[in-house]
Nanobody
């Protein structure tokens, strides 16, 4: 399974961006899809994640500003980022937990996409 991410770029504080990620390949199911980010000198952190049931969770720092959405049929996950702040600047990575069969799972990462929030 491969993850292909798109979106990102440069935006002014208070602006919006949308990240998209699509999974390709043969799977039994995709348990979780989500986004992580890593800022320079910091550890990679979870931004938002959505279960195949639709339940989602967010980092406290983005709650109320970011919205994650998932299309199970298309195997895509989007992250709508509003009210962006300079501290949101990071490389954003798409992530998925794959079930190749009903009894096992593994993690897959997409390529990173840069988000820069600056005036």
């Amino acid at each position: 399974v491969q993850l292909q991410a798109s979106g990102g770029g440069l935006v002014q504080p208070g602006g919006s961006l949308r990240l998209s990620c699509a999974a390709s390949g043969t799977v039994f199911s995709i348990k979780f899809m989500g986004w992580y980010r890593q800022a320079p000198g910091k550890q990679r952190e979870l931004v938002a994640q959505v279960h195949k049931s639709g339940s989602s969770k967010y980092a406290d720092s983005v709650e109320g500003r970011f919205t994650i959405s998932r299309d199970n049929a298309k195997r895509t996950v989007d992250l709508q980022m509003n009210s962006l702040r300079p501290e949101d600047t990071a490389v954003y990575y798409c992530n998925a937990v794959i079930n190749p069969d009903p009894w096992s799972e593994y993690e897959v990462w997409g390529q990173g996409t840069q988000v820069t929030v600056s005036s």
